[in-house]
């Protein structure tokens, strides 16, 4: 099946510093993949939809400023947290649907964030 | 905005019960797909139902989406250690990719 890969898996940085994650599908290209953020015991959460080549669309309430996404390419997109502090620690999750596809969507295995 | 009520939230049950999971809405969808998560991880597609009064089998779990296509439900017979996990179940609207979750139901199943 279709495979979508996070990097990293885990990462712990301090509070203030900035931290990037990918998202990558690996057998498929994706014109649109999504973000997700999810706490502890919770559901997900839509933050934003990537569209490759064009500015992501935001969710009601996510910081565009804060959660920078970029999605240069059909197979990858990214998610930078800056000037992360520890209310940003949580698990993120990208989802991505192939380009040729009508509409099932493929998980990342999902990065967890801890800022310190 | 479409919401998706998801139930029960938590579930507690003995190896060899059955329980069954619902997923409500007042939205109707074009599908209705069932996910797993284990800790730490995404979540993994299980089934996706398409058509009002569809049911789906995936060995001991069996999946039906509504007649009006703004329900669903997971019904997992002779639950084992493990099916333990977060059940979610998402909801698509015709011509978009974007997914209305539920918030998930955390099944434990005890030995």
């Known amino acids: 099946g279709a495979v979508v890969s996070q990097h990293p898996s885990w990462v712990i940085c301090k509070s203030g510093t900035s931290v990037k994650i990918e998202c990558r599908s690996l057998d498929f290209q994706a014109t649109t993949m999504f973000w997700y953020r999810q706490f502890p015991k919770q559901s997900l959460m839509l933050m934003a939809t990537?569209?490759?080549?064009?500015?992501?669309?935001?969710e009601q309430g996510v910081e565009k400023d804060k959660f920078l996404i970029n999605h240069a390419s059909l197979t990858l997109s990214t998610l930078t947290v800056t000037s992360a502090h520890p209310e940003d620690s949580s698990f993120y999750i990208c989802s991505a649907t192939p380009t040729d596809n009508t509409g099932e969507l493929f998980f990342g295995e999902g990065s967890r964030l801890t800022v310190l | 905005t479409q919401l998706l009520e998801q139930s029960p939230q938590f579930l507690s049950i003995q190896e060899g019960e059955n329980l069954t999971v619902y997923c409500n809405s007042s939205s109707v969808f074009s599908s209705l797909q069932w996910y797993r998560q284990e800790p730490g991880e995404g979540p993994v597609l299980l089934v996706t139902?398409?058509?009002?009064?569809e049911v789906k089998k995936l060995k001991r779990l069996t999946f039906q989406f509504g007649d009006a296509r703004k329900d669903s439900s997971l019904h997992i017979t002779a639950a084992q250690p493990g099916d333990t996990g977060l059940y979610l179940c998402a909801g698509a609207t015709a011509g978009s990719y974007q997914l209305t979750f539920g918030k998930g139901t955390k099944l434990s199943v005890i030995p």
């Open positions: 139902v398409v058509t009002g009064g």
């Open positions: 990537s569209n490759e080549g064009s500015k992501a669309t935001y």
